[in-house]
């Protein structure tokens, strides 16, 4: 195997872990308390996985270039202030220049410091890895993140009111209102569903269903391996 | 050689200590930087934010002072209510803005009523909440209309401040109760709050 190609596989490692093999929520089981707190709509999940997408590549980005000075003993507190300054860095900015996606988004920046997957990342990988695989691992665990958290927040919406991706236009402007539907008109609610507790419910629906989709796959793969037998 | 005395060095107290404050420093001054960057760009943008609002509760009446640098504040049943008043180009006031709060379903609820002299509402904006999104969020205009029932109602010609299953004149919403019977609740204390105001400093009405 040559150089490149060893390097392109290595890459499509780190996104598949992202996306799946690894994944933040599906895999690890982190992030489960911003998750639940937000997920009541797809918008506000995909709000939230964006901002934490971004978080997540700089602090990956600074905390691989900063690994040669940072000793071992001392890391964890080294990482936790690059992680709140970047946080409260991207707040200041948004607020100032970004005002309107700030006053959607301004709950959940706060809540990307008390985010443990963050840390995990920086801590498990970027303080050990080069910064293009660090930046690249950072940005296929947000984007696995996001994806988990704007499907989670889909399901808990139509459930519990009727409606997917309401107020889209507010967080990505008016040419997403084509992405507001109302899925059941004239719907009640199912205020069970948009509280914590359904987001509980839903996570565990979710993650039963990942288990059965990885067996069905191992199932397959076994059996297309094995060799065919009789006629 | 080289190598080994650098990776023994990084080992000692001494550097893990200063590298922390060094840390701590850099991260410190970035942020205070930052904080003197962007604190009067933030300070602008809320001050457009509540210019909105002002806008919106007063109907598109126009304005000549700066409503929101002089208020009188003042308590009654136990809530805090400021009085801002607006004023024509002439010096004369025309109108009255009420900042008061009430406590929902799940915290604060941040309001702002337009009241006209003839003690009229002009308009009803919710500034901040945290009522659950998909029922009690209605209180948002971006996401019902429902607020703008406020409009035209005063103590006079509105008997029974309430909502509908308490037998007064507002809606309520499927689900939700609790939050619009704190918003109507809210919104009369406020109305009752300036009529005081108004008694014990009457201002001058042209």
Known sequence: ?231 | MMQLALDKWKESIGYQSGLLAAICGLAALILVLVELWTRPLINQRIEEDQNALLDEVLAGATYANKVFAKSEAIDIQQRHYEIFTVKNGQGGTTHFVVRGTEEGFSGTISFLVGVDTEGVITGVRIISHSETPGLGDKIELAKSPWVTEFNQHSLANTPLWGVKKDGGTFDQFTGATITPRAVVNGVHTAMQALAKNMEEQPHDAN
């Open chain 1, 1 to 231: 195997m040559t150089q490149t190609n060893s390097q392109q596989h290595q890459y499509r490692q780190i996104w598949a872990a992202g996306m799946w093999d690894n994944n933040i929520v599906l895999k690890q089981s982190l992030a489960l308390c911003p998750l639940l707190a937000v997920t009541s709509s797809a918008t506000n999940g995909l709000g939230l996985g964006l901002a934490t997408t971004v978080v997540m590549i700089a602090a990956n980005a600074l905390t691989s270039m900063a690994k040669g000075v940072i000793s071992k003993a001392v890391r964890i507190p080294a990482n936790i202030i690059i992680i709140a300054s970047l946080v409260t860095l991207i707040d200041a900015l948004l607020n100032a220049w970004l005002h309107p996606l700030h006053k959607v988004l301004g709950l959940f920046i706060p809540l990307i410091v008390t985010n443990c997957a963050i840390l995990g990342r920086v801590e498990s990988y970027a303080s050990k890895s080069p910064l293009l695989p660090s930046l690249l691992d950072g940005l296929a665990m947000g984007l696995g993140f996001t994806w988990v958290l704007t499907m989670l927040g889909g399901i808990r919406e139509v459930m519990g009111s009727g409606t997917l991706f309401a107020n889209a236009s507010l967080l990505l402007g008016q040419h997403f209102a084509f992405l507001e539907t109302t899925v059941i008109p004239e719907y009640r609610g199912l205020l069970l569903v948009i509280l914590p507790p359904g987001g509980f419910l839903i996570l565990g629906a979710v993650l039963a269903v990942k288990q059965k989709v990885e067996q069905l796959l191992t199932e397959r793969r076994a059996i297309a391996a094995a060799p065919v037998t009789g006629g």
